[in-house]
């Protein structure tokens, strides 16, 4: 049987070269064609050459100085160059950042996995061909973005790895770490739930709002929701597809955080009944979807929207349930027992059950799996009571009337599984 001969790791690095260099003066042509802009240098040929010119340089000296006197000289007639554009009128330094950018594909082919080469690429390939989305996304965001995205990156990469792993109280069985830690893993999906509605569906429907804002907070989005829904037609069943939707993206929101934060063995006791929870407010939602008018009314209230939950008050509120939780569960379960912990479960489901989950789960109680799975199902049937209580008395709507209905009657169905499988 005949077979082809191993290619030489060489022979390799340098068609990826040149393929790569081709087809990145490929985009280049099409983006001065779409532009009808001159870069002021040459051709598909032209850049092909320098990616060819920076692998042999790269090859003949593994220390790589020929490769950076190269550079230098590329530089340099690139200085020249722009300094003559510069004259023209013409300020854009992307003509020369693509010459730069083809000629390092030479070593990084040569020295790098090949993976990391098509990533680099790939990333030049779509800075150049998305532009207008680029424009248009660059046009959109806010000026506050930045700092938002600052304080994240401060929460997760400054604060979190210089906390200690070690108790933050001898009554409280919850480190420093694990706190800021379930801050973050919160903030973050909610922050790309924010990002998300925000920027790449600005102007969604209202179930897609239901959506997107049930990974962001149920509870918020469901009080949204009603507040839209309380001058809406009665025949317009959207909202109340919305608000169930919202409540079905709470399940996956938990299970999620659950997930990340590694309580596997939590999961796979959730997963049967949190899955027959979203499968069920997906039908009737589906369903009510079908049965009532499609309208999509249009929202301009831009205070019922839901702002980005990077704040350092809200981690700070956040962090002090967190421990006032842990400590109260810590308390409740030495008093009381199951029974006091399913009281308080169904107590604070009429609060924000994420701190009080959160601290369950990385608390070092002397229960087991199946009580703390009992007591999540406790904590979100009583926030989806809760949540049923806000749509009828906000809305005041019969069009909201099912949404309400099926949160009792989730509500009541998970305290009802939860005692059955004690």
């Known amino acids: 049987m005949f077979t082809l001969p191993d290619i030489p790791p060489l022979l390799e690095s340098l068609i990826a070269t040149v393929l790569f260099g081709f087809v990145i003066g490929l985009e280049v042509h099409s983006y001065r064609r779409a532009s009808n802009q001159d870069l002021g240098f040459g051709t598909t040929r032209t850049l092909t ?13 593994p220390h790589l100085w ?16 722009y300094w003559n554009r510069l004259a023209a009128g013409e300020q854009s330094l992307l003509p020369t950042f693509i010459a730069l950018l083809t000629y390092l594909i030479g070593p990084l082919a040569l020295y790098q996995p090949l993976w990391l080469v098509i990533l680099y690429v790939v990333i030049v390939l779509l800075l150049l061909s998305e532009k207008p989305f680029i424009r248009k996304f660059s046009d959109n965001i806010h000026s506050a973005e930045a700092i938002t995205l600052a304080k994240f990156l401060i929460m997760a990469g400054l604060i979190l790895p210089m906390l200690p792993d070690q108790p933050i109280a001898s009554f409280i069985s919850v480190s420093y770490s694990q706190l800021w830690l379930s801050i973050v893993v919160v ?11 925000t920027y790449f569906f600005p102007n969604a429907g209202v179930l897609l709002t239901g959506i997107l804002g ?31 939707l919202a409540t079905a993206m709470m399940y996956l929101r938990l299970m999620l955080l659950i997930t990340l934060l590694g309580h596997i063995d939590v999961a796979r006791q959730l997963i049967l009944p949190f899955a027959l929870l979203i499968s069920g407010s997906v039908i009737l939602a589906w369903w009510l979807y079908r ?26 509120l956040f962090a002090g349930l967190f421990v006032f939780f842990a400590g109260l569960t810590q308390a409740v379960i030495t008093k009381f027992g199951l029974a006091g912990l399913h009281s308080l479960s169904l107590l604070v489901g009429f609060s924000d059950i994420d701190p009080f989950i959160l601290a369950l ?10 009580i703390i799975t009992s007591a999540v199902l406790m904590a979100t049937a009583s926030n989806n009571i809760l949540k049923a209580i806000y749509t009828l008395g906000i809305a005041r709507n019969r069009n909201v009337f099912a949404a309400a209905a099926w949160l009792v009657f989730t509500g009541f169905a998970s305290i009802t599984y939860t005692y059955i499988n004690q």
């Open 291 to 316: 049965q009532g008018n499609h309208t999509q009314p249009a929202v301009n209230d831009t205070s019922n929207t839901i702002h980005h939950p990077l704040e350092f008050s809200t981690a700070i």
């Open 214 to 244: 049930g990974l962001y907070s149920s509870t918020s989005a469901t009080a949204v929701l009603s507040r839209r829904a309380h001058k809406v037609n009665a025949s317009n069943r959207l909202y109340a597809s919305a608000i169930i």
């Open 49 to 61: 050459l320098l990616a060819v010119m920076g692998f042999v340089l790269a090859a003949l000296d």
């Open 361 to 370: 789960l990385a608390g070092k109680y002397s229960i087991n799996i199946h």
């Open 66 to 81: 020929l490769f950076m006197a190269g550079m230098g000289v590329i530089a340099l007639l690139l200085t020249l160059q």
């Open 187 to 197: 903030s973050g999906i909610s922050y790309v739930s924010y990002l998300t509605q």
